[in-house]
């Protein structure tokens, strides 16, 4: 579990594609500073396990559905990534609980800048926006926000209002109009959606 405070802008030193997976090699000293085999790094909002590391380096494995769901489907070295340590029992929850376990992708459509701070706006899939409710929790490649706004005009899509310190230490701040981004949405959303599949429902 995570809490999508990210704690360092990490770098992709390597990608190395396979059939059916990927290997990848990120530079992230903080993230690795107390890392052991097996140990959970969210990567950009993408729950990885390390598999083998160094002073300031570690590797995972990607599989074939992590990288079609999400912005793994062509990274290349020297790409910017977040990373957060997983949580432990005790820490304070600066943000809110993010599985790392994402929902898929949306696109960046509009930045509107003012004084202090940023808008973006960003797409969502039919299949995921009724998970996203104004004022609630979103991840954006792994950082906990605030959505301050949605709607469903010209397709359905919602915003996010950045203070300068998310902007200068995610990779918020580097984001272009076109770009994409992983997703993963507030997990009380997702089991109220599947209980209310069953709502009325018997069983044989």
Not at 77 to 105: C, K, S, Y
């Amino acid at each position: 579990m995570f809490t999508g405070i990210i704690e360092e802008l990490g770098e992709i030193v390597k990608w190395e594609p396979t059939e059916d997976a990927a290997r990848l090699t990120v530079h992230g000293p903080i993230a690795v500073s107390d890392a052991r085999h097996g140990d959970s790094i969210s990567v950009s909002g993408v729950c990885l396990t390390v598999v083998d590391q160094g002073v300031d380096w570690f590797t995972a494995d990607v599989m074939a559905q992590t990288i079609a769901m999400s912005t793994f489907a062509s990274p290349a070295p020297g790409d910017r990534v977040n990373l957060e340590r997983a949580a432990q029992v005790g820490d304070r929850l600066g943000g809110h609980i993010v599985q790392g376990h994402i929902d898929g992708t949306s696109t960046l459509l509009s930045i509107t800048e003012g004084g202090a701070w940023r808008v973006l706006r960003f797409s969502l899939s039919g299949g995921i926006a009724p998970l996203v409710a104004n004022k609630g929790s979103i991840a954006v490649d792994g950082v906990s926000l605030t959505v301050s706004a949605v709607g469903n005009d010209n397709g359905d899509w919602f915003e996010v209002s950045l203070i300068p310190e998310t902007l200068a230490v995610t990779t918020l701040g580097l984001k272009s109009v076109g770009d994409t981004v992983n997703i993963e949405t507030d997990i009380l959303a997702r089991h109220v959606e599947r209980m209310l599949q069953y709502t009325g429902r018997r069983d044989a």
